[in-house]
Nanobody
Framework: QVQLVESGGGLAQPGGSLRLSCAAS????????MSWARQAPGKKLEWVSG????????YYADSVKGRFTISRDNAKNTLYLQMNRLKPEDTALYYCAKRKRPWSTVVTINPLDQYYDYWGQGTQVTVSS
């Protein structure tokens, strides 16, 4: 069965860095675009970043552009999110998600669950001094 398992979250100071990982199994990882999304307490789910199946293109929300970098290692079935220059407003539960259809584009709009069919359990990122 499809599994997505995030890790790497934690507490970071403003200006600090964290690297999230998402280990994928149960499907042909290299065939699917993937995204990261986050949800802060009391707020809606927000798409953060996405990457094509073959790593040919990446996309970022304006709020994280220039600070976050998405990448993937198809040989290791793993998705990454390098987060630098963290801000308190980056505090949220971060999820990785798999696109429903293979060889399809990154979708950035809500409702995300219309386009992404599997989600991890999330990893908490807290940015605070």
């Amino acid at each position: 069965q499809v599994q997505l398992v995030e890790s790497g979250g934690g507490l970071a100071q403003p200006g600090g860095s964290l690297r999230l990982s998402c280990a994928a199994s149960g499907f042909t990882f290299s065939s699917y675009a993937m995204s990261w999304a986050r949800q802060a307490p009391g707020k809606k789910l927000e798409w953060v970043s996405g990457i094509y199946s073959d790593d040919s293109d990446t996309y970022y929300a304006d709020s994280v552009k220039g600070r976050f970098t998405i990448s993937r290692d198809n040989a290791k079935n793993t998705l990454y999110l390098q987060m630098n220059r963290l801000k308190p407003e980056d505090t949220a539960l971060y999820y990785c998600a798999k696109r429903k259809r293979p060889w399809s584009t990154v979708v950035t709009i809500n409702p995300l669950d219309q386009y992404y069919d599997y989600w991890g359990q999330g990893t908490q990122v807290t940015v605070s001094s």
